[in-house]
């Protein structure tokens, strides 16, 4: 799948197409490699000097084939508590491993606050801004999805020290002991300050695979993702709890499977 973003002046030409644009101050749509209209997509692409960021997009079965599936954010909504110069930093992580060069380091020690809940579906599960590896939900989800399955939750609160009655964030506390299979040629940027190694996402193909095997529910990767100042770690839940997110119809998140372990290489 090809996500391909450019000037609203393009519009008119992406419907022409058939396509359907879902935004206003830009034109962002999809189209699949298979398309028969692909070719000309990316003639165009390359005529506007557009973005196009490719992913791989999988279906429910190929989701439950895995052993391991990574979350991917896709719904965002309301700004962390108190948000001023990043204050709320301060009181939700312990900084003392932080590095402000890249962004790696931070671990979360208190809940988050929030100006408002997010206006999101009883079965959303999706990010607050400037978090890319939390992910918040109502009450009654987690406890009918995650509880039972051994995720605990951190309760969020608002602005005034209150806990919101129907809304919480998934507690991950652990870091996978396992490293991720990642390919030696995959892009990476090692900090001069902290000398953390930051690996680009990458969007094509299965989410790169353990080397050893993990039985948490949740757990974090041990390697740093991002670019720039900004660091996040790939969050990573067991079979039974996608296939427990699927039944309930979870969604705000995208589905991406890890590479099988074992793999016949033809
Ligand atoms: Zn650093």
Same mark, same amino acid.
């Given at each position: ?63 439950? %084939? %895995? ?36 962004? %790696? ?162």
């Amino acid at each position: 799948m090809h996500v391909i973003s450019t000037s609203k002046d393009n519009r008119p030409a992406v419907e022409a197409l058939g396509f359907e644009v879902k935004t206003e101050i830009f034109t962002l749509f999809e189209v699949a490699e298979d398309d028969e209209r692909w070719p000309e997509v990316a003639r165009l692409v390359k005529e506007w000097k557009a973005q196009d960021i490719q992913r791989t997009d999988f279906a429910h079965e190929e989701v439950l %084939a %895995a052993e391991h599936v990574c979350l991917v954010q896709e719904a965002k909504a309301s700004f962390p508590q108190p948000k001023n110069n990043f204050e709320y930093r301060r009181i939700v992580y312990d900084l003392s491993g932080y590095c402000q060069a890249c962004g %790696a380091g931070m671990r979360q020690i208190a809940p988050f606050r929030v100006d408002r809940r997010p206006r999101w579906g009883p079965s959303v599960l999706g990010q607050i801004h400037w978090t890319d590896d939390e992910f918040f939900c109502a009450k009654k989800l987690w406890g009918r999805v995650f509880e039972p399955l051994g995720v605990g939750c951190w309760p969020v609160f608002r602005k005034q020290d209150i806990a919101l009655a129907d809304f919480v964030q998934l507690r991950i506390e652990q870091t996978s002991a396992s490293p991720l299979r990642i390919p030696e040629n995959a892009p990476a940027s090692r900090c001069p300050h902290c000398r953390a190694v930051k690996l680009q996402p990458w969007r094509r193909g299965h989410f790169p695979p353990f080397a050893e095997p993990v039985s948490a529910p949740v757990v974090r990767s041990r390697e740093w993702f991002g670019s720039g100042y900004a660091a996040f770690k790939a969050v990573i839940v067991a079979r039974e709890v996608a296939a427990a997110m699927l039944e309930h119809g979870v969604y705000g998140v995208r589905y991406w499977p890890l590479r099988p372990m074992l793999r016949v290489i033809t």
